[in-house]
Every structure is written in structure tokens, then in C-alpha cells.
């Protein structure tokens, strides 16, 4: 495994500082553009309209971001949060090329992300809930953040559920994907260490039923996770 610590905010912070300028090639050649697809999928889910104001926290390099402001307009907004400054630096200058996006970029933890309470019409994260130090504190902080009736999409890898056969096939599969294609790809771009975590990050994150059940008893009024990619990959569908 790598040297990265997953849950530990400041080594995830400097994971993402040091992986910002060839993120997005990897995603695009690691998924062979899957992810794109994946993040349409979660959008769909919020129906983002034109006046909303939604929120994109762990937003990365901010392709997420850019396709929820295009739906917003007129008259709404999209926040892209992140508590990296090189992903932001990198979604500021792919917003500069689209000047008449509504976009705000803001450097903040997702745990506590200091805007108000009820603000967001809809809410992503992508690639995000994994790494926090506390993934049921992000799910609340969502939850405060969401208007009611709002939506949240939540995107990421699945833990499969090991009780079951498919559960344990799918394991395996992700496993064999992730030490037999992910990090030997990140080697060649000198990022071992960095793409080593995922496996590590995938070990401490709850299943889709127990993030279901988390939702629920944190007062989301819905809660849904459906398999991606097979069961590699996972949408938490929600409503406040």
C-alpha cells in the first residue's frame, strides 16, 4: 500500500495538491472516459433548472462544476468546493475559458464548509465522501446544506458487500482492476504511491446498504445506491 493514510485530512490534502496536473488524463484513460458518464448520471439525478444554486463539494478540478452552471442559467449559481488549492487552481482556469458559467470556487473542508444552513438547491461529490475523515459527517453536512426537497448525488467506488457471493466477485474484480491496470498506470506517471491509496481508502468506506442506512438515520427523507460499472462504482441518490 501506499504512504498516504486514508481519513488523515492533511495527507489527503497533500495527495490531491501533488496528483492535480495529470488527474484528469489518468480518470479519462484509467475509465476510458466512463467517468464522464458517471457524472452525468449523477447530475441527471439532481435535475438541476435554471435560477438554482447548487453545490459541488470536493469538486476537484471542477468538470462536475462546469456542467451543473451551463443547467443553472439564468439567474443561478454553482459552488465548487475543495480543501486542495491546486484542483481549484485548475477548475479557475478551465472556468476562464467560459466566462458566462456562474461558477465560485472555495477553498474549504466538506466537513465543515461554513455556508449556511439550507442554501443549496442540490448538492455533488464525486470521488469525495471516500476520503473524508468521517464519511457519515459528510453525509450530515450535506444534509444541512440541502434546502428541503433538495437533492444530493454521490459518486464513487462501491464496497462491494463481502457477505455475499456477488459482493465477494466484485471485490475481487476491483481489487485485480486497481493492482493489475490502476497503479501500474500511475507508476508510468510517477504516482505509485498516490493510486496505491485507493485500494487502502476502499477498505474503511461503508457499503452502498450501510450508506443507505447512514442517510436514513441522518433524516435524509430518501436514500438509494445503485451499482455502476458493474458494481465497481456507486451512486447514493438522496433527498433532504
Not at 453545490?55 to 462546469?66: I, P, Q, V
Not at 464513487?156 to 465477494?168: S, Y
Amino acid at each position: 500500500m501506499g504512504s498516504f493514510r486514508p481519513g488523515d485530512p492533511r495527507q489527503v490534502q497533500d495527495l490531491f495538491e501533488q496528483i492535480a496536473p495529470r488527474y484528469d488524463l489518468l480518470n479519462d484513460l484509467l475509465s476510458l472516459g466512463q467517468h464522464r458518464l458517471w457524472k452525468r448520471q449523477a447530475i441527471a439525478w439532481l435535475r438541476p433548472r435554471p435560477g438554482q444554486i447548487l453545490l459541488d463539494l470536493c469538486c476537484g478540478t471542477g468538470d462536475l462544476a462546469l456542467v451543473m452552471a451551463a443547467a443553472v442559467r439564468p439567474g443561478g449559481r454553482v459552488i465548487g468546493l475543495d480543501a486542495a488549492a491546486a484542483p481549484l487552481r485548475l477548475a479557475a482556469a478551465r472556468a476562464a475559458l467560459q466566462p458566462w458559467l456562474p461558477l465560485q470556487w472555495l477553498q474549504a473542508d466538506a466537513l465543515a464548509t461554513g455556508l449556511d444552513a439550507g442554501m443549496a438547491h442540490g448538492v455533488t461529490m464525486a470521488y469525495g465522501l471516500r476520503n473524508l475523515a468521517d464519511p457519515g459527517a459528510g453525509l450530515a453536512e450535506v444534509l444541512r446544506l440541502l434546502r428541503p426537497g433538495g437533492r444530493a448525488a454521490v459518486l464513487d467506488f462501491n464496497r462491494a458487500d463481502a457477505t455475499k457471493l456477488q459482493g465477494r466477485i466484485t471485490a475481487r474484480v476491483q481489487r485485480l482492476c486497481l493492482r493489475g491496470v490502476v497503479v501500474p498506470a500511475a507508476t508510468l506517471a510517477g504516482l505509485r504511491e498516490h493510486y496505491a491509496y485507493l485500494e487502502a481508502s476502499l477498505e474503511r468506506f461503508p457499503t452502498g446498504a450501510a450508506l443507505v442506512e447512514q442517510a436514513l438515520e441522518l433524516g435524509f427523507r430518501q436514500a438509494r445506491h445503485r451499482p455502476l460499472a458493474g458494481g465497481l462504482m456507486g451512486l447514493l441518490e438522496l433527498q433532504a
